[in-house]
């Protein structure tokens, strides 16, 4: 028999439990970081709004391209995007985290993606030399960055004129980044805001780097 006491009992214990999710929420976001790679089971669940047909609708990924993925964690989005620009094209897909990175390569390895090329790197500081990309894409990512301005600026700098870049956001996440938030952080890296589409919780949205107006 349930009694009174229990039933207040476990509803006291499920309000701490929510106060405790919350607490934890607003410390990770004061303190961005990347999902652990102990905690991956996270990243491979279902995201049906911010889905990866959806994500190649607003991408556009052509055969032959080359485009960056920041953060691809295991790669949920990874083959999809690889798929679209193959046979000639390629993905590089850049993790701060050595394990995921580990962890990537060996699943696109067990599904024959080889036009993807696995790399340790941060996206605060990437790796390549200007305008190496036609597109670059991050879904559920930028929060996680210290300095995003300074991500933003390093995207823009490794894109080349006319280059697209897609950023992908969904609650619950606890570094959810607002559309408006993001837009103004993209144009003031020198991005031209295209559009977005999804719902307000979760969405992706497309810029571009302007094309050059260095004369002839």
């Not at 991956?40 to 279902?46: A, H, K, M, N, Y």
């Not at 709004?49 to 295991?74: A, F, H, W």
């Not at 990175?101 to 790197?121: F, I, K, M, Y």
Request: with cysteine; charged share 25%; glycine share 8%.
């Amino acid at each position: 028999m349930v009694t009174r006491r229990t039933v207040r009992s476990l509803a006291l214990a499920g309000v701490l439990a929510a106060l405790a999710g919350v607490a934890y929420a607003l410390r990770w976001r004061r303190n961005p970081s990347p999902c652990p790679y102990s905690q991956r089971v996270w990243i491979d669940l279902p995201r049906p709004v911010i889905s990866r047909s959806r994500l190649c609708e607003v991408l556009e990924p052509q055969p032959g391209e080359r485009i960056l993925e920041l953060g691809p964690g295991t790669g949920y989005y990874t083959g999809a995007v690889a798929g679209a620009v193959a046979p000639s094209g390629a993905v590089h897909a850049v993790d701060v985290q050595r394990p995921m990175v580990t962890d990537l390569r060996s699943r696109l390895r067990e599904r024959g993606h080889d036009a993807v090329a696995p790399v340790r790197g941060d996206g605060q500081a990437l790796p390549y030399p200007d305008d190496s990309f036609d597109a670059a894409y991050l879904v559920l990512v930028l929060g996680e960055i210290p300095d995003q301005e300074r991500t933003l600026a390093e995207l823009e700098r490794v894109l080349k004129p006319g280059g697209r870049l897609v950023v992908g956001e969904s609650l619950p996440d606890p570094h959810f980044v607002t559309r408006e938030t993001l837009r103004a952080r993209l144009e003031r890296a020198g991005f031209r805001f295209e559009d977005d589409v999804g719902m307000c919780g979760s969405y992706f949205a497309r810029a571009s780097v302007p094309p050059s107006t260095t004369a002839d």
